[in-house]
Each structure stands twice: as C-alpha cells, then as structure tokens.
C-alpha cells in the first residue's frame, strides 16, 4: 500500500470491444443463410454499456442529482441492484474472520464460512466451517469435475512474488477475503453449480480432509464422457455463434490486461509522486521558522500540501483495492470461459468424428449408433449451458463494471475536491495579510 509499510495481520487486439459483435447475437444458422437479423436486446445493451452507460450528463454530475460533493450521490443508484431477487433467495454464504495459524511447518490464513439455508439439501439452517485457500481450490476442481459443461467462477491468483506484497499483510489478506467471498457468492447465484454435492461438503463438512481423501462421489457421465476425450479428434469448425465467443473472449482479455498494466503503472507513478509530497510540504513549514508575517502563509502551504498528500494516498488505495481486483477476477473469468469452450469444441470434434465413420459405412441407410446419438446429446448440452451461462456472465459483468467506473468516478472527485477545499482555505489567510500592508 502506499501508506507505508503494511499492517500485520494478528495472528489466532487489434479490434476495439465495441466493434465486436455481442457473441450471442443472432443465430448460426440466420448468418449462414445471409439474412438480415435484428441485434439482439442483449448486443444493444452491450453496446449501451460503451457507448451511453458511462456518460454522465451535465459535465459528469448526474442530472438530477444532488452535488458531487455529497460523495455517495453516484453510488446509491446502484446499490438496490446488489438486493436484487434477495428475498427469493434460499442460499446465503459470507466469508469473513481471517486468523493466521502458525505451525511448526508452514503459516496459513484460515477464513470462516457461514450458510444460512432453507434448502432441504441442507440438515441445519446455518453452519460455520473455516477453509483455507487450498481448501477453495479443491472445490474449484471439483467442480470443473463433475460440471465440465458451465463456467466455474475463478479463484484469486495463489501465489504473490516474494519481498513484493507480504501475503500475511492485513490489507492482502482483506483483499483475498473479498475475492474468496465473491467467488461463493458466484456460485451460491449459479442455478446449478450451487445444488453440486462438492459445494455442499465445502459449506457443512467440519472435517473437509476427510472427503478430499475419499473423494466422495464419482464424476456425472458427462464429466466422465468430457474427461476422457482425447486429442484424436480435430475440428473442422466452430459454429459462428461459438468462434463470436471465442473473438469476444480474446479481444475483452486483451483490453483488460492493457488497462490492468497502465493502472499499475500509474499507481507506481502516484506512490512516487507520494514520495515527493511528503518531503514537499515540511520545507515550507521549516522555512516559516525564518519569516515574520510570512510564517502563517507557509505554515498553511505546508498543511494544504499534507491534506493532499493523504487524499492522494487514499485515491491510491482505494484502486489498489478495489478497482484493480475486479480487472484480474474478469481476466480469470475469460480464460475460464475459453477452457469450457475448448471442452464444448472436443465434444464436437468427437461427435464430428463418430458421425462420419457412420456415413462412410457401405450400407443404404445405416443407422445411427447409440454411442454417436450420446455423443450429440453432449454437444446440445454443452451448447445450451455454455450459452446460458455466457449471458449470465455478461448480465454479471455490465453490473459489475458500471458499479466499479462510477465507484472510480466518486473517488477521484472526493480526491479533486478534497485538493481544492485545501488550497482554497489557504486564500483568505493571504488575501488577509496583503490587506493588513
């Protein structure tokens, strides 16, 4: 952080995003046949999140508003949409209480994880379990298990680079916890992901190292089907609605990763510029010590550049925390969507495969066997899921992008204005010692 050093945490492309077409616009089979299409309500509202969602009228003060000096007036907008189906919701799951465990191998966070459920999967309305990040992962896995077909939401990175960020520093460790919230809560909101059996050990079982040695269930047929797909099989082609997903997926990575390497270097620039602020001000107030009715003036320079000193560290923070987190969790989330997607185009290239050996049997109408009919019912299954969950990942992503630019927004103008009530406070006390001349 750019505070200082960090707490201890106590132990116990090419192409433009708006160029691209939405990749659930429109059917594969209305391109192939060159008809005209009318764009889809979502490719509309894709396209309103560039081109109107982030402009705000009157010069950057919503119209309608109160002033941007009362700093939640761009936030609370958007905060009903977090309480959105709340009341239809059965499962809760919240990760909070980080403690360190010190042993004489190794040193690890543990987090608590409370559900309150009314499901009858469930024995008690509430448990409280605490896991640490490996324990995450190994729900992760299983999940890409036993639902190959869906996005599974990824994790936080596991490793940080040594002497750079301190792992058991409080703030790291707040940061994780956010992150390990948010994935359960991705899942909790998954119509299916949140019913798998792994996800329920995860959430109830007090001894979790039990089930990771059993492992407790086997995988569903179509994860076995998936799991035992081989290289053999190429594809000759996705289809357009799928290689649309693929060029989004690409392109969105590409953008996020530029602007995740820009920020970083802007903070570095911000914390150096930091540096040179702090040393700044106290020249002012020692010079002030040699003056006679200069030394308020420079007294109260001093202090307007302290004042924006620490309103710059907290903008700094508040990005290192909040804004750059959301840009990693989506690069993570589009190479997962690419893996599943790599999954759904070996399915196709199995059943491409199986399909043509029957056709090139010599017999009049040869029937289709029952192990080519399984392997279409795969592919349907991989293409209906695959599509339901990239329109949930894109409703996830409009709100959670515009929730975050207009947080972005609100505290870089609390930073500007704190700047200004700083130096404009300082006005009178000159003006007044020019009078007094």
Known sequence: MAGGPPKALPSTGPHSLRDMPHPLAGSSSEEAMGGDSTPSPDLLMARSFGDKDLILPNGGTPAGTSSPASSSSLLNRLQLDDDIDGETRDLFVTVDDPKKHVCTMETY???????????????????????????????????????????IPPLPEKFVVKGVVDRFSEEFVETRRKALDKFLKRITDHPVLSFNEHFNVFLTAKDLNAYKKQGIALLTRVGESVKHVTGGYKLRSRPLEFAAIGDYLDTFALKLGTIDRIAQRIIKEEIEYLVE?????????????????????????????????TALEELTDDVTEEFLPVLREYILYSDSMKSVLKKRDQVQAEYEAKLEAVALRKEDRPKVPADVEKCQDRME??????????????SNKRHDFRQLLVGLADKNIQYYEKCLMAWESIIPLLQEKQETK
């Open 277 to 309: 602020l702090r040393e700044y001000g106290p020249v002012y107030s020692t010079w002030s010590a040699l003056e006679g009715e200069l030394a308020e003036p420079l007294e109260g320079v001093s202090a307007c550049i302290g004042n924006c000193s």
């Open 109 to 151: 966070i543990t987090y608590r994880i409370t559900t309150k459920s009314t499901r009858v999967e469930f024995d008690l309305p509430e448990y409280s379990v605490r896991r640490r990040y490996q324990d995450f992962d190994w729900l992760r896995n299983k999940l890409e298990e036993s639902q190959p077909t869906h996005l």
């Open 381 to 394: 299954c991989f293409n209906a899921d695959l599509k339901a969950d990239m329109e949930r990942w894109q």
